[in-house]
């Protein structure tokens, strides 16, 4: 917001008239508050704060200038030096006019986002801090200090100093470290706004203290949990005290509080919250910021320090959640789970066990080594221990459907047989395909891991997003033996998001949140990458990333079937630059883009011209890439940049050789095209900002050799993208239809922000790549993947068609395990804010996933490519013709109520192709 101060003053600029003025400004300030809301909020007390010191001037010299006018008007035969002063002081109020709208100019650009963006970061970890200490203060007050006291009680005493030592480490330095950069924030922000709080200085100061009393803190959190999980089983006194406590403080909070094992978790889950927020608020700092160079220091100490304490992190974690399991499933003969080192959480969910009388509840737990199967009472909902079967010697088998059940399979060992059935088919494919891994994988000698290798946890993303019941948490490469198809590769990496057996349809998101072990900045492969502004925006947006960590979530070792031609036989795009409406299609593929804004009749044009989003697709005999391109904003800067965009991905693929071996080729591929599009689309702009920006989707279906790890399929769509377009599959034999790009925006939450765009967005010209994001989608032959832009998909999501969570309980309760949720009926809410955001997303999900296909059912069977555009691009029309007609017949502004005008106003773009070979007819 310094940069507000850089404009020139009043006194330095030329006369200019302009049709804002200095008493209008507060109603605009009003009105850019109400269009850009929180984002804005501090840009414009700012901007307000700057207009006070002219207003008073202004005033004063307005009065001049009528008292000036009326002594012109009195006395005709005035001095030369009288009109030159009334000259001046009318020159001086049109250059302060003139300067007011310099400012709010400002307001609406995206560096004024960006600034209040900023401000927002740093007031939630102001915001933030304070609640993490007074959680501290609630663990130090009501647990650590009182069992300390009562050892000076001899009669009263629960645990020695040696155990509560062991239990809570040096919880009371943590607190006080706490304390003091809360205080210190607290205190740098009284004088805002006139002084932005230099957050990057306070963190350096506070660096000695935070590695010191957390380093030490953090590598033993994980004991610290075993020792309160062994003390609560073998100290009855010391169980009845938390018990006793966590009652007290429930009886004296609004809200549940927090148990003592998630309270000693707190220091290390606040550590990662420190590199997140800096990270975030040094990407949305100017370089030339004051407090740039020290925020940046700080950033990459307390990435050090954090990354320093993950493996105890990922340890405590897996310690926690097994504490958890034991804590929630009641028995006696409930094996005591923290006992084997080795042992790790894969997923659990729900699941039926079929016995000669009935099918019973259950609940499932998967380990790396076992299964855990409790038993669930009807009218409580509380889970039983029933029993525990070894992977080692297990065999898995499956069931056919029959008038007995349906979607079964059977767990036999030691002619002792289980049989369970799933929800969904595709969720018991998901639980074979795990638990059949696992069992592979005990036959592979584990090799021993070392502090190197680190978990990643991947906090939205589910093992099998899109057929399974249930996830995966937090569980990475060291968890696993180095032989188990759920590790997608050894070492200190793991993608945290391939299915191992994926069957055809499953559709697996890998993204791009995971915590990933410091290394050189860029990686070996930088040197592939012919952008210094794409590979600027990765340093700064993904600082703890290589380029081959984006790449390293696509299965390794899938070769492809090569290329039968090199040729390309069918190439298109679209639409034209003059087009409200734009078909092209083939006998495998069809695209279509339609405007779905009104018509302005004082304009004579329809409001959004031109369209700015684009569609393209190159095939060859055996290979399909497809791509569109939603130009953000409006105009034809965004029509440029978007037909830009497809040109050069387009031309990337083919003009090359396309030598591509196997996926992760591709996937290298696609990521050098998205940076290759960046820099078609500034080419040849004199300033950088003159070009527009645009979201882009590409990807590419290949032909590949079987493979156990995509369930033998022979075809598999790999997929790039940057911003908010989406990607379905739609399963010929089942009928149904799996989103490929979910929770590609889970890190956004102004609907506004597609989370990311390629052209000149942020410092210096650089790309957005916040949600820059790779998948893979195994297929089959004649399944059909569908592209498309937010003016489609936003039409089938249902808080913007007028539905609340509460709505959809049915939907949910028919639809168990199609989307991995982890949300009952019973929990839906009846406002969207109050659903946690990857709950939310994933109800969305399923939705617009059951709303396609329905879509689907209701076309010709089977259906062609264009039927499907057709019907999508209509549905969409059709969706938005009351909103359309409101503006139209009233031509003023659409009042917010979904369930009188559903959907959303937009350029609607959708490309459909089908798997398999390509055969023109």
Known sequence: ???????????????????????????????????????????????????????????????????????????????????????????????????????????????????????????????????????????????????????????????????????????????????????????????????????????????????????????????????????????????????????????????????????????????????????????????????????????????????????????????????????????????????????????????????????????????????????????????????????????????????????????????????????????????????????????????????????????????????????????????????????????????????????????????????????????????????EAFLRALERQHSNKQLEDFIDVIPAKIKLIKLSHKECIVKFDGPLDSEYESEKYTSFASARSLSTYPFIKKKNMRDGDPIADHYGLAAWHNRILAVVADGCSLGAHAQQAASRAVDTNLSDFTESKNTQSDLREVAMDLLKSLAHVHETIIHGKKLVWDAGTTTLLTGLLVEVEPSPQLQNSNWCFVSANVGDCKAFLWSKSSGQVSEITQGSRLMVSDPSDPGGRLGPYVYQGAPDLRNLQFFYAPCALDDMVVLCTDGVHENLDPELNGLLPKDLTQLVANMQGRVNMNLRPDQLTSRWDQLDPIKADALKTLYRNTLLEKIFSELETPPDPRQVTKALINFCNKNTRSAREYVEQNEKQLPVDHQLYPGKMDHATCLVFQVGPVQIS
């Open 1 to 531: 917001m310094e940069l507000l101060y850089q404009l020139p003053e009043p006194e330095d600029l030329d006369r200019d008239e302009c049709a804002a003025s200095l008493h209008g400004l507060r109603d605009e300030i009003k009105k850019l508050h109400d269009k850009y809301g929180s984002q804005a909020a501090a840009a414009l007390k700012e901007v307000e704060h700057i207009i006070k010191k002219y207003e008073n001037n202004t005033n004063e010299q307005e009065q001049q200038a009528r008292a000036e006018k009326h002594l012109l008007a009195k006395h005709k035969n005035v001095d030369q030096a009288t009109i030159v002063r009334a000259q001046n002081i009318v020159r001086a109020f049109l250059k302060r006019r003139r300067f007011t709208n310099i400012a709010t100019q400002f307001l609406s650009s995206p560096l004024a986002k960006e600034l209040g963006r900023r401000n927002d970061i740093w007031k939630d970890i102001l915001h933030t801090e304070r609640a993490y200490f007074q959680n501290l203060v609630l663990l130090y007050e009501t647990y650590f200090k009182p069992l300390k006291i009562r050892i000076l009680q001899s009669d009263h005493k629960i645990l020695t100093d040696r155990q509560i030592s062991k239990v809570f480490q040096n919880i009371e330095d943590i607190k006080n470290t706490a304390k003091a950069l809360w205080k210190k924030l607290e205190e740098a922000c009284k004088n805002w706004p006139e002084s932005t709080p230099r957050v990057g200085a306070i963190f350096l100061a506070m660096i000695p203290e935070i590695k010191s009393f957390y380093v030490p803190y953090c590598k033993g959190i994980s004991d610290a949990l075993k020792n309160l999980s062994k003390l609560k089983k073998k100290n009855h006194q010391f169980e009845q005290f938390l018990d006793r406590t966590e009652r007290d403080a429930a009886a004296n909070s609004n809200e549940a509080p927090l148990p003592v094992s998630a309270l000693l978790l707190l220091p290390i889950t606040r550590l990662g919250q420190y590199e997140n927020c800096l990270r975030d608020l040094m990407v949305l700092t100017p370089s030339e910021h004051v407090d740039y160079p020290t925020l940046a220091k700080a950033a990459r100490e307390i990435s050090n320090i954090f990354h320093e304490c993950v493996p105890s992190k990922v340890e405590a974690q897996k310690q926690q959640r097994l504490f958890n399991i034991t804590n929630n499933t009641r028995g006696p003969n409930l094996p005591h789970l923290l006992t084997k080192d080795a042992r790790s959480f894969v997923r659990e969910g729900p699941i039926l066990i079929m016995t000669e009388k009935r099918a019973r509840r259950s609940h499932l737990y998967l380990f790396t080594d076992s299964i855990i199967i409790a038993e669930v009472n009807e009218l409580t909902e509380d889970r039983s221990f029933d029993q525990m079967l070894s992977l080692q010697g297990l065999d898995i088998r499956d069931v056919l459907d029959s008038s007995e059940g349906q979607h079964r399979f059977a767990l036999t060992k030691e002619n002792r047989k289980v049989v369970f059935a799933a929800a969904t088919y595709e969720e018991k494919r998901s639980w074979m395909a795990d638990i059949a891994g696992l069992i592979t994988s005990q036959s592979v000698p584990r090799r021993p891991t070392g502090s190197a290798g680190l978990a990643i946890q991947n906090f939205s993303r589910t093992a099998a997003t899109n057929s399974g019941g249930a996830q995966y948490t937090g569980m990475g490469s060291d968890s696993l033996p180095p032989g188990s198809p759920l590790a997608s590769r050894s070492g200190d990496r793991d993608s945290g998001a391939m299915v191992p057996g994926a069957a055809p349809g499953t559709v697996v998101p890998a993204g791009s949140s995971a915590i990933l072990s410091p290394r050189t900045k860029k990686g070996k492969l930088s040197g592939l990458i012919q952008s």
